[in-house]
């Protein structure tokens, strides 16, 4: 049986860990943690990705069941859990990275033929689509990203093309 002690002290260190870390600070975190760039990275990753939150959820529970594993075991856990930070994390904000780039690059070629904002969008969010909307690396953003704001393409791509827009680039 879980000691009540150890369920609660998890509890209040994700409390903690996620209180502590708010915009820049969590940016700067990422980028440590991931080794991923600030703009498309860590800050799409911060703002989008649903993993953080459902781990936050799932942490008050990770003391239920009690340890079945031999201590011998706890290397090969740690090595599981530190590849899960460095691989499919890693992976998703670089991903979000390239989508953003992608997004950025199509944007920047409408905007150089002198099209208005709402054409860009429009256009953008069309072309990219067609471009990228079928691959691995899309779907796999649609599976992991917050609710239903930021699990289809066009959403996310409505939110580079603003923060396009307050930079002053399109």
Known sequence: MPSPV???KDYVKAYKDSQLFQADDATKKTMQDLHVSKEGGAESYNEMSGIEDRQLAL???KNLAPPSTPPLTKPFEFTFGALEKGGFKHTLANNYNWEFEETAKTAMKYKKAGMKYEDIVALTIRDVDESIGFTRQVQTMNAQSKGGKYQSQAERIKFYLK???EEGKI
């Open 163 to 165: 923060k396009l827009h």
């Open 6 to 8: 150890g369920l609660c």
């Open 59 to 61: 942490s008050p529970y």
